[in-house]
């Protein structure tokens, strides 16, 4: 099994910044593609950005594309979410994300492993 624990989310005003963490544990040699996901109140699940172990390849959502960027330390077993210039609409539960294969992927349901998520809200 797999368990990841998110952190560094809060409360930031409009054009600030925050940086979200992952960490893996358990059988980490299955957390080969590691995504970031987000939930806004009375909307479905979004894609955010997604980084494979093996080869470096990184995706973003393009509503955060400029703005966001994700990176592991991969001895650290940990992966992170750099998010500048937040807007209101970043408001979200952050869920992080891991998969057994390292091909990147935008859909929720090809990853099999989930954070609990963390808040992250943007005031205006």
């Known amino acids: 099994q797999v368990q990841l624990v998110e952190s560094g989310g809060g409360l930031v005003q409009a054009g600030g910044s925050l940086r979200l963490s992952c960490t893996a544990s358990?059988?980490?040699?299955?957390?080969?593609?590691m995504g970031w996901f987000r939930q806004a109140p009375g909307k479905g699940q979004e894609f955010v950005a997604a980084?494979?172990?093996?080869?470096?390849?990184?995706i973003y959502a393009d509503s955060v594309k400029g703005r966001f960027t994700i990176s592991r330390d991969n001895a650290k077993n940990t992966v992170y979410l750099q998010m500048n210039s937040l807007k209101p609409e970043d408001t979200a539960v952050y869920y992080c994300?891991?998969?057994?294969?390292?091909?990147?992927?935008?859909?929720?349901?090809?990853?099999?492993?989930w954070g609990q998520g963390t808040q992250v809200t943007v005031s205006s």
């Open positions: 358990g059988r980490t040699f299955s957390t080969q593609c």
């Open positions: 994300a891991a998969r057994f294969s390292p091909l990147t992927s935008r859909l929720p349901s090809e990853y099999r492993y």
């Open positions: 980084i494979s172990r093996s080869d470096g390849t990184i």
